[in-house]
């Protein structure tokens, strides 16, 4: 699967959920969202390898 993040593209070629992955990265669901083949997923959605992942930082303000 091709994940981008934070400008970067990294592949890994076997399939996980959603929290492992995050768990990988050292990123937490509270802080960015999982956009998967353009459609937001959830923490327990199993990530295939020819899925298209981006790991979109939440920013708010006040």
């Known amino acids: 699967m ?3 993040l934070d ?9 996980m959920e959603v929290s492992r992955l995050l768990k990988q990265f050292s990123l937490s669901r509270e802080t ?3 956009i998967v083949n353009d ?4 923490e327990d959605y199993r ?5 298209r992942v981006k ?3 939440v920013v708010s303000g006040g």
């Open 47 to 51: 990530l295939g390898r020819d899925d």
């Open 7 to 15: 400008g970067h593209t990294y592949e890994i070629e076997k399939s």
């Open 32 to 34: 960015h969202l999982v």
């Open 2 to 4: 091709k994940i981008e």
């Open 39 to 42: 459609r937001l997923v959830t």
């Open 55 to 57: 790991l979109i930082r």
